[in-house]
């Protein structure tokens, strides 16, 4: 009896035993990319998400919404982020669009009173107009009568430094919103909204006074290189950088910020069953920033792609918790209001 007991007092530590050794379960890796307006913020809530819990691991790659619309349809990403709808390329299988953050495109510019040396990007004003004749190479130089007219206070101190232009040489969904409003107030000048910049601007060519860059990196590393050179990036990658006052629909000229784009965004309400959101570049709300636009996450409905629970409750997540607590503070706007129900609705459709 002894005997017997041994043998099963051994078995069930030997048991145990194995049952502590066996490894825990490996998490399940959802690879993501896309637009590089949202990098910042999105690569933080995942960093969060990846801390909260241990079943599914989210990574972010920064390559356009171009490339990340690419290789969602290709499978490359479980999920992804976009600043612009598909054109062309679109997923066969059942899928949608989730507008997961806000936003500002800053208008970043490198220019110097010659006298001071202080820096004049931040107390320029420019008109939407103004704004479209500079990236459209009509407005070349920065004591062009245009922009002096607008800036009474600082006209004497406006050099007569050459304009360069800073523009993305990537399919991106930064260019396709900044190309929307452009063609808003001058479609004259820019008659075509898409996400290459090259082929956008007057003529089908970039002018003669300007320089690509890869990504909004690339546009802010042309920016910093050379005085007299102005671009558009959005206000995370800013990172505070002395950029243009653009007057609103209200006639004011407003900085970019995380609370003016917000007055902009908590106003846009015509989201559509699809989840894009139809801009309406006349929101005449005071202290209003008027070149803000929504971030777009794609995500499979049809249940036939991998982890589609992680990616459901990484968007949840996103848009219940990252959002409000982080957004802000990197430079983005936190989606609200009629947008935020349509978004919330949508996740729960993800399989």
Known sequence: MRRTLAILASTAVA?????????????????????????VFV?????????????????????????????????????????SKYTSGAPTWSWEYIPAIGG???????????????????????????LAKIFGGAITTWNHPEIKKDNARIA???PATP??????????????????????????????????????????KPPANSVAGKGNSGVMANVLAKEGTIGYVDLGDAKGYPSARIQNANGEFVAPSSASAAKNLANQTNVGADGLVSL????KVQGAYPIAIFSYALARTDGKGPDGLGVRQFWDYTLAKCGPSRAASLGYVPVAGKVLAKARELVQLIK
Do not use: H
Request: aromatic share 10%; net charge positive; with cysteine.
């Open 15 to 39: 048991a145990s035993t194995v049952a502590l050794a066996a490894p825990a379960m490996a998490e399940s890796k959802i690879p993501a990319g896309g637009a590089s307006f949202p990098y």
């Open 43 to 83: 690569s933080q809530c995942a960093a969060d998400f990846n801390a909260s819990q241990s079943n599914f691991s989210v990574t972010y790659t920064s390559t356009g919404s171009g490339t990340g619309k690419g290789n969602f349809t290709k499978g490359t990403f479980v999920t992804a982020m976009t600043d």
């Open 104 to 130: 500002a495109i800053t208008v970043p510019i490198n220019l110097k009173n010659a006298s001071t040396g202080r820096t004049l990007g931040s107390s320029i004003q420019l008109k939407q107009t103004t």
């Open 156 to 158: 004497a101190a406006l």
């Open 163 to 204: 304009i360069t232009i800073a523009y993305r040489s990537d399919s991106s969904g930064t260019t396709n919103n900044f190309l929307q409003y452009l063609n808003a107030w001058a479609p004259t000048i820019f008659n075509k909204v898409q996400d290459d910049m090259g082929t956008a601007f007057p003529g089908g």
């Open 280 to 283: 309406n570049y006349n929101v």
